[in-house]
């Protein structure tokens, strides 16, 4: 048996995945005992739903590196949506509006407690934001980007009244984090984990005012690829009622309230059968915004699209870093004002966010009128940018571009 990567197979029609075990050479793992300030013995402790984790060690005279088993938890792989699984640690850090940030802990995953009073559930003062880990071949671990995410959540304190931390606390804290719950990092080819950071008002008040307390808290789950049959159009309808932002509001920040405020209307275009809403701005209702929880972008000619950043559109890391592939790839990339006549006159469409990656549009429903793009949706740049920046995200192709971290 060779050092690289060996993976059990799932039993066949088994809820659960057989003994699942990577196998790396032992002097390109690291240790994660310095990360942790609680037991990393995960077996050892019991807690409820906690699954069992079987250690396998391979000894076989055809290698003559020595290997270590790396855990994975016992679930079926194959078989993991984009939804909650909860999973061994959380990070927290506490401090208060006129203190500097102290270090944070590793603490077991589970409910937290706040005050009826707290700022975020009274007024609403907190942002999150949303990256991804990738298990390469060799066992080890990247991150895309978390520097960027970093940035994002100081910028959206700023506007929310609320102290943040620094960029090195918040990579350091995301590191970690994946780290105590490695054996959550999905084999590769079989998804990823969804790292969600959180800063939020969490001291009592009464009065309309910055809380006197904050909490930074990190936690993690593993989902499943979004597109597990290669990739797969959806269908948007145009809100003409409802907005999601307006200017000099919130929306260029990832706070909380933006995304309850797009449920009403989401809601309303699923049970129509439509995947989700694409909102135009609030001042002239013409021009294209974003998808409740994503950017969008059309191609024209092989002249890449989408609205610029202006205070309502989040500023989003796949948007960010489509644009710079785009380019790469010698694509013309425009940021400007992009009207919904284009759209409805575009070569295809498609869709940018952290858990979609690229998303194709198969239709757009506008003033109950249909148009439909391409191939059954799924153009040519969509597929190709969707595999060129997969591959840089799951260490498939060098990363010219310096975007990832590697964990061991």
């Not at 995945?17 to 793992?29: C, F, G």
């Not at 007024?123 to 880990?133: D, I, S």
């Not at 699923?270 to 001042?283: C, M, P, R, T």
């Not at 858990?355 to 799924?378: C, D, F, H, M, W």
Request: glycine letters at 10%.
């Amino acid at each position: 048996m060779e050092s690289s990567l060996v993976f059990g197979r799932l039993r066949s029609g088994s809820p659960l995945a057989s003994p699942t075990m990577l196998h790396t050479p032992s002097d390109k793992r690291h240790s994660s005992s310095s990360f942790l300030k609680l037991p990393c013995h995960f077996s050892s402790i019991n807690s409820p739903g906690q699954v069992a984790v079987n250690r396998v060690r391979d000894v076989t005279a055809a290698s003559t590196a020595r290997v270590e088993p790396i855990e994975l938890a016992d679930i079926n792989w194959d078989n993991l949506g984009f939804g909650l699984m909860p999973t061994d640690y959380m990070y927290i850090m506490k401090f208060s509006r006129d203190e500097s940030f102290c270090h944070g802990e590793l603490q077991r995953f589970g409910n937290i407690e706040l005050s009826p009073s707290s700022g975020v559930l009274n007024y609403g003062q907190g942002l999150f934001e949303g990256l991804k880990a990738y298990r390469k071949d060799d066992g080890s671990i990247l991150l895309f980007r978390p520097e960027e995410n970093a940035l994002r959540m100081r910028m959206g304190a700023e506007r929310m009244c609320m102290p943040a931390p620094s960029v090195e606390q918040f990579v350091e804290a995301v590191k970690r984090t994946v780290l105590a719950n490695k054996r959550w990092v999905p084999p590769p080819g079989k998804g990823s984990l969804y790292i969600r950071p959180l800063l939020m008002g969490s001291g009592a008040v009464l009065g309309l005012a910055p809380a006197p307390e904050y909490t930074f808290l990190i936690y993690v789950s593993p989902v499943g690829n979004y597109f597990k049959e290669g990739l797969s159009p959806i269908n948007l309808v145009i809100e003409n009622e409802f907005h999601r932002a307006t200017p000099g509001g919130t929306g260029g920040v990832k706070t909380i309230g933006n995304y309850a405020a797009v449920l009403k209307a989401q809601t309303a275009a699923k049970a129509k059968g439509y995947s989700d809403v694409l909102y135009l701005d609030a001042v002239h209702k013409r021009y294209l915004e974003e998808v409740s929880s994503c950017n969008v972008f059309v191609v024209k000619d092989e002249v890449i699209s989408t609205p610029a950043i202006k205070g309502t559109i989040l500023p989003g890391i796949t948007r960010k870093s489509v644009i710079d592939v785009g380019r790469n790839q010698g694509y013309q990339v425009e940021e400007r004002l992009v009207s919904v006549e284009e759209l409805l006159e575009a070569d295809e469409v498609f869709c940018t966010g952290t858990a979609v990656v690229v998303s194709p549009v198969g239709s757009i429903t506008y003033l109950g009128e249909r148009v439909s793009y391409g191939n059954k949706g799924v153009g040519v740049v969509s597929q190709k940018l969707y595999t060129a920046l997969t591959s840089l995200q799951k260490g498939l192709v060098e990363d010219k571009m310096g975007w990832t971290m590697e964990l061991q």
